[in-house]
């Protein structure tokens, strides 16, 4: 069960209270600790306490605010005035200046990143996570103080997350349910098929309601699941292969002794001009190398030269045959 909070609008005042009696009243030793209780009750206390605290300090002490320089009979209605005003305008600055993360926790808003064919986008929330978006990727994001939610809508994403068990981070991929354990990890929805990646750390898969048999799976560093409507099947994959399936971070394409209609299907994902495998007979033709992701010219030429394939460009798309 979330625990229940003021509006933002009480915390702020509550929060510039703190930092106004910090700077301008007395402090004892039984203000800080009461500082801190507050602070610990929840994090909307302490996310508009240092957002606060941080714009009060990257002012300098406005002089409009120092107690020297106003004066001794005004100081009662002025310095609380003068800080409450500038302090709604703090806040604003602060909040904008990371990503409007206090608007998303309290009123749980939904953001949407897409990246086109051959883009790439890194999504970062706000303890500091990180979604790497791969080509014709879709990700929809919640962030609340009691958990973390991602729909993956399309395409391929890699995810760091900062494991935090008060702040759950939960994915939905189709009928799946993916929770994080503390891990990087990296998954590609193909329509009704999901591709699960564990390079560091685990995360738990809950298939969904097409299995209702199938029990929760704990997946580890160096497992592979498939997810499908008719079933999960799991291998153990060796370090070098998932660094090969992370290959277009960096921009390109790995390839180890792959078929060459797989091949021409992963070039496609990145690029407007499709490789088209027009004769079956070479389908099942093996191919490697390194390539750019976007370098589709580069690769027919290797098929031309080194396999001995006639390559024709027609109509926007490459067309090999034997």
Same mark, same amino acid.
């Given at each position: 069960?979330?625990?229940?909070?003021?509006?933002?609008?009480?915390?702020?005042?509550?929060?510039?209270?703190?930092?106004?009696?910090?700077?301008?009243?007395?402090?004892?030793?039984?203000?800080?600790?009461?500082?801190?209780?507050?602070?610990?009750?929840? &994090?909307?206390?302490?996310?508009?306490?240092?957002?606060?605290?941080?714009?009060?300090?990257?002012?300098?002490?406005?002089?409009? &605010?120092?107690?020297?320089?106003?004066?001794?009979?005004?100081?009662?209605?002025?310095?609380?005035?003068?800080?409450?005003?500038?302090?709604?305008?703090?806040?604003?600055?602060?909040?904008?200046?990371?990503?409007? =993360?206090?608007?998303?926790?309290?009123?749980?808003?939904?953001?949407?990143?897409?990246?086109?064919?051959?883009?790439?986008?890194?999504?970062?929330?706000?303890?500091?996570?990180?979604?790497?978006?791969?080509?014709?990727?879709?990700?929809?994001?919640?962030?609340?103080?009691?958990?973390?939610?991602?729909?993956?809508?399309? =395409?391929?994403?890699?995810?760091?997350?900062?494991?935090?068990?008060?702040?759950?981070?939960?994915?939905?991929?189709?009928?799946?349910?993916?929770?994080?354990?503390?891990?990087?990890?990296?998954?590609?929805?193909?329509?009704?098929?999901?591709?699960?990646?564990?390079?560091?750390?685990?995360?738990?898969?809950?298939?969904?309601?097409?299995?209702?048999?199938?029990?929760?799976?704990?997946?580890?560093?160096?497992?592979?699941?498939?997810?499908?409507?008719?079933?999960?099947?799991?291998?153990?994959?060796?370090?070098?292969?998932?660094?090969?399936?992370?290959?277009?971070?960096?921009?390109?394409?790995?390839?180890?002794?792959?078929?060459?209609?797989?091949?021409?299907?992963?070039?496609?994902?990145?690029?407007?001009?499709?490789?088209?495998?027009?004769?079956?007979?070479?389908?099942?033709?093996?191919?490697?190398?390194?390539?750019?992701?976007?370098?589709?010219?580069?690769?027919?030429?290797?098929?031309?030269?080194?396999?001995?394939?006639?390559?024709?460009?027609?109509?926007?798309?490459?067309?090999?045959?034997?």
């Amino acid at each position: 069960m979330s625990e229940a909070h003021p509006v933002a609008g009480e915390i702020e005042a509550r929060a510039v209270e703190w930092i106004e009696r910090q700077h301008f009243g007395p402090w004892s030793p039984e203000d800080a600790a009461s500082l801190e209780a507050w602070l610990s009750q929840s &994090l909307y206390h302490r996310v508009a306490f240092d957002r606060l605290d941080l714009g009060w300090q990257r002012t300098e002490r406005l002089t409009a &605010l120092r107690p020297a320089q106003i004066p001794s009979d005004m100081a009662p209605s002025m310095r609380g005035f003068g800080w409450r005003a500038i302090g709604t305008g703090l806040s604003v600055i602060a909040l904008a200046a990371v990503g409007a =993360g206090w608007f998303v926790l309290s009123a749980n808003k939904q953001l949407t990143y897409a990246t086109s064919v051959g883009g790439r986008e890194v999504v970062r929330l706000i303890d500091g996570s990180q979604i790497e978006l791969n080509t014709d990727t879709k990700i929809r994001v919640s962030e609340r103080s009691d958990g973390r939610e991602v729909w993956l809508d399309r =395409g391929e994403a890699y995810f760091q997350i900062t494991h935090d068990a008060a702040r759950p981070l939960t994915i939905e991929a189709g009928d799946e349910r993916i929770m994080d354990i503390g891990t990087k990890f990296l998954l590609r929805r193909d329509n009704d098929r999901l591709r699960i990646a564990v390079s560091e750390g685990g995360v738990r898969l809950e298939p969904g309601s097409d299995l209702p048999n199938q029990k929760a799976i704990v997946l580890r560093s160096g497992d592979i699941a498939i997810a499908t409507p008719s079933g999960v099947s799991i291998n153990k994959e060796p370090e070098s292969k998932l660094a090969n399936d992370l290959a277009w971070r960096t921009g390109v394409l790995i390839f180890h002794r792959s078929r060459l209609a797989d091949v021409a299907a992963e070039f496609n994902r990145y690029n407007h001009e499709q490789i088209v495998i027009a004769d079956p007979a070479v389908a099942n033709f093996e191919i490697g190398g390194t390539f750019p992701t976007t370098d589709v010219d580069g690769f027919a030429a290797v098929t031309r030269d080194v396999l001995r394939l006639h390559v024709q460009t027609n109509n926007g798309a490459v067309w090999i045959s034997r």
